[in-house]
Structures are given as structure tokens and as C-alpha cells.
């Protein structure tokens, strides 16, 4: 949703902007894929609902499910964002705020996310190849999310960004249409 997006950017960036200065990038990053895992929970989304649980005590809660299962203890800074986030309501969007906070991450890095539709499973080498030559082509490096969409007919389809790149069968038929139509 798009109001969820206009409510998460504020936190993402503040995340981000801690991350960075404290050279932490890949822990926050980190963090908050796993809390976001926790928030779209069926059962944590009960509690957050809950009107009577306290913001301390939804708090204390994330915090002690993402200790369960971490490697390691969580900053100060990662516990009082977490503090915040209960306290201003906002833990329902931490799916966005995850994922505004890895685009800026990836900005920052030089990343960009490509998410390639293929007609058929990719083998390692061809994906490689594929990967590869968009680097090259968008003069960055591509992080890659493959999925297999059998509408395409064959070929691929791939989007970077607001560029798309239609080599489907599917799309190319769709072209040939418009350009008899026309």
C-alpha cells in the first residue's frame, strides 16, 4: 500500500542513516528483514492490534523474538529503534521499511535489483552470463531475483528499475499485434 510506503520512508531513513554512520549497514539490513519476518506473523500482527498491550511491552516482545534467533546481541540503537517503532505504532509497516531501507542500502553500494522472468528454470551459467551482461549494460553491480513465469511462452523478461527489457516470445508477439493493428 501506498500509505504504508508514505509512513515507513521517515524510519527507513533514519535507519539508514544510523546504519551508515555506524558502519553497520549489512546488521540493519539484516535486522530488519528479520523483524520484518516477525511483524507480518499472524500472531505478532494479533498483538500489535492488541490495544492492551503497551508500546514497552510490544517492544520487549519483538525484542525478545529476534534474540531468540540472533547471532548476536542487538545495538543500543537497533533496540531504540525498535522502541520507537512500538511507541509511534509503526511496527505493522516494518515490511516497507525493510524494503526502502535495502534500496538505499543498494544505492548506496551501487546495487541494483533485477528481477528476471524466465519461460523456463535459468541454469547457473546462463544466469551468470545473463547477470553479467546487465552489469556491464547498467555499469552496476545487479543483485538477481529469478522466476519462472511459463506465460511468457519463452525467453525472458527483465525489470531494473523503471526499465524493462521484453525478450519473451510473449512480448514479442504482442509487439508484432500493435504493429499489424497499426
Same mark, same amino acid.
Given at each position: 500500500? +501506498?500509505e504504508n510506503v508514505?509512513?515507513a !520512508?521517515?524510519?527507513?531513513?533514519?535507519a539508514?542513516?544510523? +546504519?551508515?554512520?555506524g558502519?553497520?549497514l549489512?546488521?540493519?539490513?539484516?535486522?530488519l @528483514?528479520r523483524l520484518?519476518?516477525?511483524a507480518? !506473523?499472524?500472531?505478532?500482527?494479533e498483538c500489535?492490534?492488541?490495544? @492492551?498491550l503497551s508500546?514497552?511491552?510490544l517492544?520487549q516482545?519483538?525484542?525478545?523474538?529476534?534474540a531468540?534467533d540472533a547471532k548476536s546481541?542487538?545495538s543500543a540503537?537497533q533496540q531504540?529503534f525498535?522502541r520507537?517503532l512500538?511507541?509511534?505504532d509503526?511496527?505493522i509497516?516494518?515490511p516497507e521499511i525493510a524494503?526502502l531501507?535495502n534500496?538505499?542500502?543498494?544505492?548506496h553500494e551501487?546495487?541494483k535489483?533485477a528481477?528476471?522472468?524466465?519461460?523456463?528454470a535459468?541454469d547457473?551459467?546462463?544466469?551468470?552470463?545473463?547477470?553479467?551482461?546487465?552489469? !556491464?549494460k547498467?555499469e552496476?553491480?545487479?543483485?538477481?531475483?529469478?522466476?519462472?513465469? +511459463?506465460?511468457?511462452?519463452g525467453g525472458v !523478461?527483465?525489470a531494473?528499475?523503471?526499465e524493462?527489457?521484453?525478450?519473451?516470445?510473449r512480448?514479442k508477439?504482442?509487439?508484432?499485434?500493435?504493429?499489424?493493428k497499426?
Open positions: 500500500m +501506498a508514505t509512513l !520512508r521517515p524510519y527507513a531513513e533514519a539508514y542513516q544510523l +546504519a551508515k554512520a558502519n553497520a549489512a546488521a540493519w539490513s539484516d535486522l @528483514s520484518s519476518a516477525v507480518v !506473523r499472524p500472531e505478532m500482527e500489535i492490534g492488541n490495544p @492492551s508500546p514497552a511491552q517492544t516482545l519483538c525484542l525478545e523474538v529476534i531468540a546481541g542487538l540503537d531504540n525498535v520507537v512500538a511507541e509511534s509503526r511496527l509497516v516494518l524494503e531501507f534500496d538505499l542500502k543498494h544505492g551501487g546495487v535489483d528481477e528476471i522472468s524466465s519461460a523456463f535459468l547457473d551459467a546462463t544466469l551468470k552470463t545473463l547477470v553479467a551482461d546487465l552489469e !556491464r547498467f552496476c553491480k545487479i543483485q538477481a531475483t529469478v522466476k519462472v513465469d +511459463a506465460e511468457l511462452i !523478461r527483465i531494473v528499475g523503471d524493462v527489457i521484453d525478450a519473451s516470445v512480448g508477439l504482442a509487439a508484432m499485434a500493435i504493429a499489424l497499426n
